[in-house]
């Protein structure tokens, strides 16, 4: 038996509790978690805005070592570090045929349902989006498991699991930002927070962080903003005069709220492109009349998972991370255990605070 949070109802509170593991399958592992990352999607599932089987064990962005593997497991060994992918790519659909591996069909079709896990009185439990990661222990299957390179803390290493391939993936593979732009992040949460960092490694020349909260200046900052804007009817306006009146080259949006997104639209030049990382609901309807898309030119787009393929991208990430361009710790705002969760989610709503940490 472990303890995990478990939410019992679509709105309900997480409940502490203790669960029991099975062994790991066939093509299954066992994972002693280190720590997991408070995600916003983490919030979406528990309150409905994205769907998951209840009862469940939510928490996807996770790392930690590997404590028993099942047959037909060869390339992971107890003992191994391990940082979780809640998005293991099949490599046979369309889209992966394509490349585009984060668009996978088959990515959330069950990788982790072959492996229950239950309550202490035999109720089933789903895994929240494959991994299941706020728990002392998890079971997954083996492809949800990347091993972590050498030299980064296998604490803070639980970031790269979705914060930051997402942010490092808006602003160089969605946005892809050239040395010398001008980029505006909407969100000074973990992911806006990695992509300040990414924008910064890009060599953007102007940096410029927009939040609802004036409390996160000095955060922003930290994370490589040259400028500071605190969201408001104007933020446009003030983003233009930021850049001499022309817009910024690159907006990212880590909100998904409509009027954040048409915000960030407004707010680049014409032919500039704007990338939304934010998960929205259906009620957030974004409206643009056909004259003004065409005259500014401008290019919308979503990012999935930071239009990243995991795999490729991780030891791209360690390299940074060992040479001093990326601090996963800058990251993270408050270390808390399974019961701060619920207080995590609040902060969320409250729009306080960067990456609120689950340390085992």
């Known amino acids: 038996m472990v303890r995990a949070a478990v939410l019992p109802a679509i709105g309900s509170p997480l409940e502490i509790t203790e669960i029991d593991l099975p062994d790991p399958g066939p093509g299954g592992i066992r994972v002693r978690l280190a720590a997991a990352g408070v995600c916003h999607s983490d919030l979406s599932l528990s309150n409905g805005t994205m769907?998951?089987?209840?009862?469940?064990v939510?928490?996807?962005?996770?790392?930690?070592?590997?404590?028993?593997?099942?047959?037909e497991v060869t390339h992971l060994a107890p003992g191994d570090r391990v940082v979780l992918n809640w998005a293991p790519s099949c490599g046979g659909c369309h889209a992966c045929a394509l490349g585009e591996v984060w668009l996978c069909?088959?990515?959330?079709n069950g990788a982790a349902d072959i492996h229950a896990?239950?309550?202490?009185?035999?109720?089933d439990l789903h895994p929240g989006l494959n991994v299941?990661?706020?728990?002392?222990?998890t079971v997954v299957s083996a492809s949800c498991a990347l091993p972590l390179p050498e030299g980064i803390p296998l604490t803070d290493a639980a970031l790269l699991g979705c914060a930051v391939l997402t942010g490092y993936g808006a602003v160089h593979h969605s946005a892809r930002v050239r040395p010398g732009e001008t980029v505006a992040v909407y969100g000074v949460g973990g992911v806006g927070l990695a992509a300040l960092q990414a924008a910064c490694i890009a060599g953007a020349s102007k940096i410029i962080a927009v939040d609802v909260s004036p409390e996160k200046e000095e955060l922003a900052r930290g994370a490589g903003a040259t400028d500071y804007v605190v969201a408001s009817d104007t933020t446009a306006r003030e983003i233009r005069a930021l850049t001499g009146k022309q817009g910024v080259d690159v907006a990212v949006e880590c909100v998904g709220r409509a009027t954040t997104i048409?915000?960030?639209?407004?707010?680049?030049?014409?032919?500039?492109?704007?990338?939304?990382?934010?998960i929205g609901g259906k009620d957030q309807q974004v409206t643009f009349n056909a004259l003004e898309i065409f005259h500014w030119g401008r290019t919308l787009s979503?990012?999935?998972y930071g239009n990243s393929d995991p795999s490729k991208d991780l030891p791209v990430l360690a390299e940074h991370i060992r040479a001093g361009r990326l601090d996963l710790g800058a990251l993270v705002t408050e270390r808390?255990?399974?019961d701060g969760i619920p207080a995590a989610f609040e902060n969320m709503l409250a729009g306080k605070g960067g990456r609120a940490l689950v340390v085992f």
């Open 51 to 56: 769907r998951v089987p209840v009862p469940a």
């Open 58 to 71: 939510l928490g996807h962005e996770g790392a930690g070592t590997v404590v028993a593997v099942g047959a």
């Open 105 to 108: 069909a088959n990515a959330l």
């Open 117 to 123: 896990r239950r309550t202490s009185d035999g109720t």
């Open 132 to 137: 299941g990661a706020f728990a002392e222990e």
């Open 262 to 278: 048409r915000t960030a639209w407004d707010s680049t030049r014409r032919g500039g492109r704007t990338t939304v990382v934010g």
């Open 302 to 304: 979503g990012c999935v």
């Open 336 to 338: 808390i255990a399974l």
